[in-house]
């Protein structure tokens, strides 16, 4: 089974919207990092949060980490047409949920 | 560097063959993992090695072997093809492992099997 689980499955935006994606994970975790997937590469690591952080910035990306509820949510601003991807979040670096595939329209 | 490197890119195989999936990395990470990625099922974890000489297996480890006899190198065999390991492959190494901080896993580029 996997730990982590997206939500939603797809997201479409316009360009220059924000794009929100959430994750839920079952057991407790030391971290939990966040990787984008574009079309038939391999994944790229985006940002990791430690189980003791609440919030990380990272360029457009914010990412907050609720232990209590055991979820994530991430947050691209002002995204753009290249952010279209699917995006992943992964516990411990070592189990991946089904990813969001996020289309940014031009 | 060179990063993570994966070959073959890609492959067909017949029921019942065997071959072997290559993953190199130059970062001297410790840390090397396989996953397998089927669609809408995220990555799977099939085997993972904490450093040279030490290997363990994942989430779906059956019909799949690995070495790690240096600290670059981790391949990826499959004794028998089966259409069941249809999928994308992919190689990933981090500076270290599960329960650390400093583990971002950088990923190769995959190797897609097809196997009829």
């Known amino acids: 089974s996997q730990q982590g689980e997206e939500d939603p499955q797809a997201l479409s935006i316009q360009e220059g919207e924000n794009a929100t994606m959430n994750c839920s994970y079952k057991t407790s975790i030391n971290n939990l990092q966040w990787y984008r997937q574009n079309s038939g590469r391999g994944l790229v690591h985006l940002i990791l949060i430690r189980s003791n952080e609440r919030e990380k910035h990272s360029g457009r990306l914010r990412v907050t980490l609720d232990t209590s509820k055991k979820s994530s949510s991430l947050l691209i601003t002002a995204s753009r047409a290249a952010d279209t991807a699917s995006y992943f979040c992964a516990t411990d670096a070592i189990t991946f949920g089904s990813g969001t595939q996020l289309t940014v329209l031009p | ?116």
């Open chain 2, 1 to 116: 560097n060179a990063g993570v490197t994966q070959t073959p890119k890609f492959q067909v195989l017949k029921t019942g063959q065997s071959m072997t999936l290559q993953c190199a990395q130059d970062m001297n990470h410790e840390y090397m993992s396989w996953y397998r990625q089927d669609p809408g099922m995220g990555l799977r974890l099939i085997h993972y090695s904490v450093g040279a000489g030490i290997t363990d297996q994942g989430e779906v480890p059956n019909g799949y072997n690995v070495s790690r006899s240096t600290t670059e190198d981790f391949p990826l065999r499959l004794l028998s093809a089966a259409p069941s390991q249809t999928s994308v492959y992919f190689c990933a190494s981090s500076y270290s492992g599960s329960g650390s901080s400093y583990n971002e896993q950088f990923f190769g580029p995959g190797t897609r099997l097809t196997v009829l």
